[in-house]
Every structure is written in C-alpha cells, then in structure tokens.
C-alpha cells in the first residue's frame, strides 16, 4: 500500500505496483490497448525479440509538481524516438497518439504510486517494444507487443549532487561506428557491462567511451550522454553511434535560454585539458557532474572539481530543469503533460 511506502527512502529500482498496459501488433495494425495485473508475459520460445535482438526501450518520468498535479516530462519526444529505434531495426513503429494514450494510462492506473511532491522521488515509467514472431531465420518479424509499465524511484543521487569520477578505457566499445548507437536498444546497454562493472571495481561510477572508430573523441558514458562548459559553450559530442538524449535536448536549450553558446561537435581527447565543468546527463539522473576523469590507458588525469563541488552552470541547469519537472518555473517550451 502507498501508505507503508518510504518515499524518501526509495532507492533507482524496481517497486512493483498495480498495472500496466500493452498493445499488440499482427496483421499489419496495432490492436486495442489491454490492461494487466500481471508482471509477467507469455512469449514463444521462437520469438524474434529472444533470438536476433528486436527489442528496443524508452525510459521518461512522471512528477508530482507543486501544486500537486502530475506532470509527465517530454511524453511526444520519447514517442518520436522510440518510432525511430523501431525503423531502425524494422520493427513496427508504434503511432505518437497510442504511445501517448498508453503512457498517460499506465499513470493514471497507477497514481498512487506518484510519489508526493518534496520526497525527491519520481515514477520512472518504462514502455518496452519487442518482437513476438515465432520464426527462426534472421529477417524482421511480422508480430510485435508494447509494454508499458511503471514503478516510483528515488533520487539518483543517494549521496546528494555531487561530482563523481569517471574513467576512459580504450579496451571496449559500446557500438560499433555505425551501429545501433543512435537506437535505445538492449543488447547497447548488454554491451557496456563488462566495463561497466570494471570501473565500479576501480572506484569508477562510470566509463567515459571514446569514438568505436578512431578512439580519439569523447563518445557517451554508457548509459548517459556527456556534455562538458568551455569558455561560456554548453560542447557535447557528435556522432551518429551516440543516442540522442531527450534530457541532453532539454538541456541545450535551456544553455541557449541562459546565454550559452550550443556546439554539438567532435571533442578530442586532449581538449579535457580545456574544460571547466562536466556531466552526465540522462532521464535517471538529470545531470551527474563530473569531479575526475582518469584515464586509464595514458595514466593523465583531468581534475573538473577541485573543491568536491558542482560547477556553477551545470548546477544552475540541474535546477532548472528539475524547478520544470516539478511545476516550480514556468514550462515555456511546453516540455510537461499535465494530468
């Protein structure tokens, strides 16, 4: 029950809550939206998702605001990238309207779960897209399924917002040139945990992958975009193997309401030696700032934060874009649904 919930205690998990809801695709349309109490699903042994990866994902948030109303961050833009993972691995695109309607759904049934506004915590909605086809031979499916479900978080930050270190390893990569990068596919994320786990075993809370091609620009962390300040510039690197953060997007725009200079451009290795302030940024996290990055195969180290603080732009972005989730400034870009 909600009323035995911590909701400051909540940890970046998996809550079990009351429904959630699915679509099914066959015969070239989308049926009608169901809705389940059940966490499970059946899926033939033979299914596409299982045997060549036709599995695509989103992840966005939904906020209990100020004035108590729930707000759902940025819905049509996960809707417009999810369609664009799904083309590019010739699955069904699902429409913007019916992923619309199955998200404000899948909250609605589950309001409860909306964490009150004040406790830091959110409700981490999570549709995922895969293939249902019973085939075998590699070629696409014919039949899909859309889950939706959800599930309270709390803060990212456990220990507050704080700069962390973060390492560059030049034995992995993450995709290859021009691979599915650019998608939010699972087996991306299936091929970051080797060095995932490693930098965690270093004391690393992320690795900071360079380019799969040349291993002389800064591509992503993993599961997060990078962005860095130079010189009054919001600089964030460009490459068709890195997946364009919704949370990235936001945030560039707001750099541009502040004043910045916006370039998306390659970051070379060396240009680290420059920078003033770094983050990771993604829907979990919003922005994780940057204190160190070490990097392990040359022994540099680029020293970000030298009295354990945050930078002043990446804070004030932080809290900007989190004063919009929560209903506390004025949505100008009219980023929020509201419910």
Not at 21 to 31: F, I, L, P, Q, S
Not at 285 to 302: H, L, M, N, R
């Amino acid at each position: 029950m909600d009323n035995e919930i911590d909701w400051g205690g909540l940890s970046f998990g998996y809550l079990p809550t009351d429904y959630n809801v699915r679509c099914h695709y066959a015969d070239g349309k989308w049926g009608e939206i169901e809705v389940s109490d059940s966490p499970f699903i059946n899926v033939h042994i033979a299914a596409t998702g299982l045997h060549y990866g036709q599995e695509i994902f989103e992840g966005l948030k939904a906020f209990r605001g100020k004035d108590g109303k729930i707000r759902i961050f940025r819905l049509e833009e996960n809707a417009k990238r999810l369609r664009e993972s799904a083309k590019g691995l010739l699955m069904a695109q699902v429409p913007i309207e019916l992923f619309c309607e199955m998200v404000i759904k899948a909250v609605k049934l589950n309001e409860r779960f909306v964490p009150p506004y004040g406790s830091g915590a959110s409700l981490y909605i999570r549709p995922i897209e895969f293939g249902t086809s019973a085939q075998v031979g590699v070629k696409p499916g014919s039949e899909y399924t859309l889950v939706i479900f959800v599930t309270p978080v709390g803060p990212y930050f456990k220990s507050g917002f704080k700069p962390t270190k973060i390492c560059i390893m030049r034995q992995y990569d993450r995709v290859a040139p021009r691979g599915t990068g650019r998608w939010k596919v699972g087996g991306n994320y299936a091929a970051s945990l080797e060095a995932g786990e490693k930098a965690h075993e270093m004391g690393y809370s992320a690795v900071l992958y360079l380019d799969p091609k040349e291993k002389k620009y800064l591509d992503e962390c993993g599961p997060a975009n990078f962005f860095a300040i130079k010189d009054g510039a919001y600089i964030t690197p460009a490459s068709d193997s890195i997946l364009p953060s919704i949370t990235n997007k936001s945030l560039m725009q707001l750099a541009r309401d502040m004043g910045l200079e916006v370039q998306q451009r390659h970051i070379a290795v060396e240009e680290l030696n420059d920078i003033e302030e770094a983050a990771a940024c993604g829907t979990a996290a919003v922005a994780s700032p940057i204190g160190e990055i070490d990097d392990i195969d040359t022994g540099d180290k680029y020293v970000l934060s030298k009295d354990g603080n945050p930078g002043p732009v990446t804070t004030a972005l932080y809290n900007k874009l989190r004063a919009i989730q929560l209903g506390e400034e004025e949505d100008v870009h009219g980023w929020n649904t509201i419910l």
